[in-house]
């Protein structure tokens, strides 16, 4: 496992980080869901170059199928495209998972399938926290700065939100 604190906090793969940390955060803070899966798609872009430079490859696989997956999401809401993300997202782990944790990465992409081709507005969002927690897990293990700072965010913010769109008239 390659620290990335000992790296230092201002190296190519911490600076996607905290890309990714300020896409997150746009993501969340959105009350459309399509601008939310926009915003996701550019994080989870952001997530693939960081992971990668960190030498974290399931996490970067995850990311990449995830980015994938918010795209496919903004058309079709298909259980059928749903199950083959989820598929991709266990075949990943089987090939490249090493270690009990590099399967977090992957189970919380499964967990955001399913929230974003099944679900929409506050269920979807609720959905997503239990992805958030599996992915602060799998950053603090990965040594991952802005990874960390960006799903402790998402989880105040993704609770906002919830909260600003229960308010909402309906």
Request: proline share 2%; net charge positive; glycine share 10%.
């Amino acid at each position: 496992m390659d620290y990335a604190l000992a790296q230092g906090w201002l190296t190519p793969a911490q600076l996607f980080g905290y890309l990714a940390f300020a896409l997150g955060v746009a993501s969340f803070l959105q009350k459309s869901d399509r601008r939310f899966k926009w915003f996701m798609a550019g994080e989870c872009l952001a997530y693939v170059v960081h992971f990668l430079l960190l030498g974290v490859p399931t996490a970067a696989a995850s990311s990449g199928v995830s980015l994938v997956r918010s795209l496919l999401s903004l058309y079709t809401r298909s259980a059928w495209v749903a199950g083959g993300v989820v598929a991709v997202n266990l075949l990943l782990g089987w090939e490249l998972a090493t270690q009990w944790w590099n399967w977090l990465p992957l189970l919380a992409s499964t967990i955001g399938t399913l929230a974003l081709f099944l679900l929409h507005g506050i269920r979807m969002r609720v959905v997503m926290l239990g992805g958030t927690l599996l992915w602060i897990v799998n950053n603090v293990l990965s040594g991952s700065i802005g990874g960390t700072a960006l799903e402790l965010t998402i989880l105040v913010v993704n609770c906002s939100t919830i909260w600003r769109l229960r308010a909402l008239p309906r």
